[in-house]
């Protein structure tokens, strides 16, 4: 079933990720080396729309490491959508069991329906439960959250 553009992960721009993975190696190569990497920092701000700082590039590993890194930059958090049916979550639930994305997509796929269904653990529901697709969804949509 094809989703929504609206229900899917934005495309991943190779052209925009190469710079970021090369401003980011320099940041690390930077941070390694004991230099000031704030001038690096600030042009990657600019042109990932981000406002990272030093401490979000040391847990970053070179290498692949640095290309997740820059996919998740480049992979805005997902809306929340009014009018998604049964059939559109019953097919971002396949998506992200199927293990057939990459993490970025699949993060994007569990944060949209973290944004539009009530469940305080749907990842849980997804992977942990042993639901079918039709089970999990029908646990997200009728978990009531608690009224304080």
Not at 52 to 68: I, L, Q, T
Not at 108 to 129: C, K
């Amino acid at each position: 079933m094809e989703l929504r553009a609206i229900l899917t992960p934005p495309l991943f721009y190779e052209d925009q990720a190469r710079r970021l993975i090369g401003l980011a190696d320099e940041i690390i190569a930077h941070l390694s080396a004991g230099r000031n990497p704030d001038k690096l920092i600030e042009t990657f701000n600019e042109l990932s729309a981000g406002s990272y700082g030093e401490r979000d590039f040391h847990g970053v590993a070179e290498g692949e490491g640095v290309r997740e890194f820059i996919r998740e930059v480049l992979t805005p958090g997902a809306p929340w959508v009014m009018d998604i049916s049964r059939e559109e979550y019953l097919e971002i639930i396949r998506r992200i069991a199927s293990a057939d994305y990459d993490d970025a997509q699949t993060l994007y796929w569990l944060d949209l329906l973290n944004r539009n269904l009530s469940h305080p653990a749907i990842s849980d529901v997804i992977f942990r439960e042993g639901n079918t697709t039709e089970e999990a969804l029908d646990k997200m949509q009728t978990h009531k959250p608690i009224a304080l």
